[in-house]
């Protein structure tokens, strides 16, 4: 292992939380380090437009959106690098961070890991992952154009990506296990005139075929009834897992985000949380990117004090 390399503020992850806040510290004067174990973007690489981005506009795609967070933050000189991180520990007052080659230590430290998809854990969603299930729409939907479609969930995001999906297929169905969506109005008007079919008040069972997916069994909660629906894909949008792996010994609310207070920082002095890995009510690129400027803001102040 190479000698530790000191820095004021480092950042682990690098999604739209991860570089709003190396680029404030930058900015700011700090020395900064932002690591990620699969480079910079996040979930945010997952949107074909981000149009609800203020100033943003016409939208554009989340690769383009992440190239220019990176750029920027570099050119503030904050440093970005590809790696995973397998330990944080404390040491005195400062943090040091261990990755699978070096050792960082830092005055404050900032986890912003976000969050991965849920799976639905049911028969064939495993088996069928990348051969007909899917949790990407940008990534995956062309692969379907003209195809039979099958969304699940009811958030934004599902809703989101099932517009993003009826763009390539007229015949697109979207599964949610409750009577109404939970995305925001403007999301759900959007998305059934954009002609996705809802089917309401059920869940997948399982997902079936042979070599690919043919189709998915459900079953209405309210009535038990089952039947079963044709398709040719099936993308999964049910909720996130925030990746707090790292900092387990953290207070959590009962969905398992770290809890912070109003300058992101956590029940430990000079460790801040931000993006979706953090308790709060909303979550969107917006957000992540105003946690991200507050906790470098406050832990410049700290760093100075």
Do not use: W
Not at 61 to 89: C, H, L, P, W, Y
């Amino acid at each position: 292992m190479s000698d530790t390399e000191k820095f004021d503020y480092v950042v682990i992850g690098a999604g739209p939380a991860g570089l709003a806040s190396a680029q404030y510290a930058a900015r700011g004067g700090l020395s900064t380090l932002v690591i990620d174990v699969a480079g910079a973007g996040g979930q945010v690489l997952q949107i074909a437009d981000l149009e609800n981005y203020p100033g943003v506009f016409p939208a554009i795609d989340g690769t383009s959106f992440t190239m220019n967070m990176q750029k920027q933050a570099e050119a503030f000189g904050a440093k970005v690098v590809q790696a995973q991180v397998i330990s944080i520990d404390k040491m005195g007052e400062n943090f040091l961070v261990k990755t699978k080659k070096d050792s960082f230590e830092s005055k404050c430290l900032c986890i912003a890991t976000g969050a991965i998809h849920r799976n639905l854990e049911v028969p064939g969603e495993k088996e069928f992952t990348g051969r007909g299930v899917s949790y990407c729409a940008t990534c995956d939907g062309p692969f379907f154009r003209n195809k039979k479609i099958i969304v699940v969930g009811g958030g934004d995001s599902a809703c989101s990506e099932a517009i993003y999906l009826s763009t390539l297929s007229k015949d697109v169905t979207i599964i949610h296990r409750r009577d109404k969506f939970r995305a925001q109005q403007a999301v759900i008007d959007k998305m059934l005139a954009s002609g996705v079919k809802p089917v309401y008040d059920s869940v997948v069972k399982s997902i079936n075929g042979s070599a690919k997916v043919e189709s998915v069994t459900i079953e209405n909660v309210k009535t038990g009834e089952k039947s079963e629906l044709s398709t040719d894909a099936v993308f999964i949008f049910t909720g996130m897992l925030p990746q707090t792996s790292l900092v387990e010994m953290l207070p959590k609310d009962e969905g398992g985000y770290i809890i912070t207070d109003e300058n992101m920082e956590t029940s430990i002095p000079c460790l801040f949380a931000a993006g979706d890995i953090r308790s709060k009510p909303f979550r969107q690129v917006v957000t992540a990117v105003s946690d991200g400027a507050i906790a470098a803001h406050i832990a410049s102040e700290r760093i100075r004090n």
